[in-house]
């Protein structure tokens, strides 16, 4: 397999993982090349100075409860480097009131109706209590709308109230944009072998009562990882975007939008879904009509560095329940969800949901101003940023919509011999599920050579 030559189309954590275990695979004689655009690698892992300390504006944390971001730690020699929450829980923002994070749910979706309590009126209390006495049929394999499904149960305070402000948080989305199967694959596992209620699928789905913290991240922020892979893929970078791909013999040719031309035995596109649509639509249109219904949401972030002594309470954060006169979505006090450092707070703010235009459209001056008003009427606090960031992510966040799974599946059935895809709209959205995903798309391609 040396000699070869191999090109990765787009250089975040997925393209990035993908060419270093390309690297692992392939030996040091084949040529990786990279591309990407970008001013620097790591698309959504982009981590900056703010307030002097290290901040990261795209993601700035993974699931623990998924394997894979410790073992790529641990193989990368980065395990010490793993962070862990400080234990501080983030609060529900609804009925212009704080609430405590409900329990006992699977994204939301409760187990009991003690799960919302607070959250929720005494009808929907109520109709959560009586709902493994109704009558529920379910047929295997459906993927209805989460909004759908949990209106009917629980009704629509609990999709407003508890299921949204998760699925927004994850997704930029909302329970009427997001599947049953892609948000609570437990739960959808539980109803087809028969769960005899909503109710009891979520029992059964809950995630196994561990005492450990939910999520890591990075000392030193994602730019650490992005550092490591880099270094270990050996890749030369191409700072373009590829623009065209088509068949050379039994090679592949890449245009990049410099006009240049390269050639690779096998290609990896590591882009996000509406990225992948022109370049599949000549060699690929099963793929490329698959991947033209994969919508997204866009996003923008404002971080803030402010005083060390500015009193929030002691939450992780705040999620913004649906209908609530806020602009932001999510608020992450950062410097209470990993532990204070250095000599300012760090925190950050979310805007912008699938359907929304906000984070294209607003202006840098506005989404300050906003994250500003938003932190006086959730905390009752009026906030001096010491400085401030601005992060757009424009169609970033795929929505994983009813049936995403047999688009998905289509979209990979129809990729020629020696074309595979990594991304975040494949197999689940975070960061674990992208390092997943372009191992499996490098084990295709190896084993196609
Ligand atoms: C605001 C926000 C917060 C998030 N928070 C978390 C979190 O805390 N935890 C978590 O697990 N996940 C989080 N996520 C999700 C996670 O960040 C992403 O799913 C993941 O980083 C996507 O990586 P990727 O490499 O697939 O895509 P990207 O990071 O989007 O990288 C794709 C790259 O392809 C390049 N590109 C595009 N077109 C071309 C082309 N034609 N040619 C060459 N290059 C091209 C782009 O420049 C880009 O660098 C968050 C996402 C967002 C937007």
Redesign the pocket.
């Given at each position: 397999m040396s000699r070869c030559s191999y090109c990765v189309?787009?250089?975040?954590?997925?393209?990035l993982t993908a060419a270093y275990r390309l690297r692992a695979a392939v030996g040091d004689d084949a040529t990786i090349t990279v591309?990407?655009?970008?001013d620097r690698l790591g698309?959504?892992?982009r981590t900056e100075l703010v307030g002097g300390q290290p901040m990261d504006l795209?993601?700035?944390?993974?699931?623990l409860r998924r394997p894979e971001m410790p073992a790529l730690l641990a193989e990368l020699g980065l395990a010490g480097r793993q962070r862990a929450t400080t234990g501080a829980r983030p609060l529900i923002y609804s009925g212009q009131q704080l609430h405590a994070l409900p329990s006992g749910t699977v994204v939301g979706i409760p187990s009991s109706a003690s799960s919302l309590a607070g959250l929720v009126d005494e009808a929907t209390t109520a109709r959560i209590e009586a709902e493994p006495g109704r009558p529920f049929s379910w047929r295997p394999g459906s993927d209805p709308a989460l909004a759908e499904l949990v209106a009917d149960r629980f009704g629509e305070q609990t999709v407003a109230r508890s299921v949204d402000p998760l699925l927004c948080g994850v997704y930029a989305g909302s329970a009427a944009t997001i599947g049953l199967r892609a948000a609570a694959p437990s739960v959808a596992a539980a109803l087809d072998h028969g769960a005899a209620s909503l109710t009891d699928a979520v029992r059964q789905g809950l995630p196994p009562a561990g005492d450990g913290p939910v999520f890591g991240a990075l000392d030193g922020g994602y730019q650490v990882l992005v550092d490591e892979l880099v270094a270990r893929s050996r890749a030369q970078r191409v700072r373009a975007?590829?623009?065209e791909i088509g068949r050379s013999g039994h090679c592949w040719e890449l245009h990049d939008e410099t006009g240049a031309r390269w050639h690779a035995d096998a290609v990896i596109l590591?882009?996000?879904a509406p990225?992948l649509v022109p370049?599949l639509d000549e060699i690929a249109p099963r793929s490329a009509a698959a991947a033209r219904r994969i919508t997204s949401a866009s996003?923008a972030?404002v971080a803030l560095a402010v005083p060390l002594d500015t009193p929030f309470p002691p939450c992780s954060g705040v999620l913004v329940a649906s209908g609530e006169r806020l602009r932001a979505k999510a608020i992450t006090l950062s410097s209470r969800k990993w532990g204070p450092r250095g000599d300012t707070q760090l925190l950050r703010l979310?805007f912008g949901r699938f359907g929304d235009d906000l984070a294209e459209r607003a202006s840098d001056e506005e989404l300050l101003a906003w994250a500003l008003d938003d932190l006086a009427t959730v905390f009752g606090v009026t906030v001096d940023p010491i400085e401030y960031r601005v992060q757009r992510?424009i169609e970033?966040?795929p929505q994983y919509g009813p049936g995403h799974a047999d688009l998905v599946a289509e979209v990979r059935a129809g990729l020629p011999s020696g074309v595979a895809v990594?991304?975040?709209y494949l197999d689940g959205?975070?960061?674990?599920a992208?390092v997943s995903a372009a191992g499996r798309a490098v084990a295709g391609i190896v084993e196609a050579l």
């Open positions: 189309v787009g250089g975040g954590v997925s393209g591309f990407d655009p970008a698309g959504i892992l795209g993601a700035e944390a993974f699931v975007a590829v623009v590591a882009i996000p990225r370049l996003s972030v979310s992510w970033a966040m990594a991304g975040s959205i975070g960061v674990p992208c």
